[in-house]
Nanobody, 127 residues
Framework: QVQLVESGGGLVQAGGSLRLSCAAS????????MGWFRQAPGKEREFVAA????????YYADSVKGRFTISRDNAKNTVYLQMDSLKPEDTAVYYC????????????????????WGQGTQVTVSS
């Protein structure tokens, strides 16, 4: 059973930065596609960013492109989300997710693509 634990959330002023981490255990992390999603109060969960198993491909939502950077360290079984130039509209609970299937088309933006989810970490951006 794969477990994902997010950390690094908190309260930050607009224009500031945060770095989220997601540590994985119980599986073969180096073969998983990994994604970050977020859910704001009263809104549906939305895709933020994703990275394939080798880091050769990354994917971003238009709303975060140029401000957020996803990366991974397979030796540490960890995926990161560097968030810069934060805006109040980035306020949400951020979840990491793991796609267990290896190969094939990685529909990174689709929540149904992922097999495992973390519990989430709160990010609050004040204006």
């Amino acid at each position: 059973q794969v477990q994902l634990v997010e950390s690094g959330g908190g309260l930050v002023q607009a224009g500031g930065s945060l770095r989220l981490s997601c540590a994985a255990s119980g599986g073969t992390f180096s073969s998983y596609g990994m994604g970050w999603f977020r859910q704001a109060p009263g809104k549906e969960r939305e895709f933020v960013a994703a990275i394939n198993w080798s880091s050769s491909s990354t994917y971003y939502a238009d709303s975060v492109k140029g401000r957020f950077t996803i990366s991974r360290d397979n030796a540490k079984n960890t995926v990161y989300l560097q968030m810069d130039s934060l805006k109040p509209e980035d306020t949400a609970v951020y979840y990491c997710a793991a796609r267990q299937a290896f190969g094939g088309t990685f529909n990174a933006h689709r929540g149904a693509e992922y097999d495992y989810w973390g519990q989430g970490t709160q990010v609050t951006v004040s204006s």
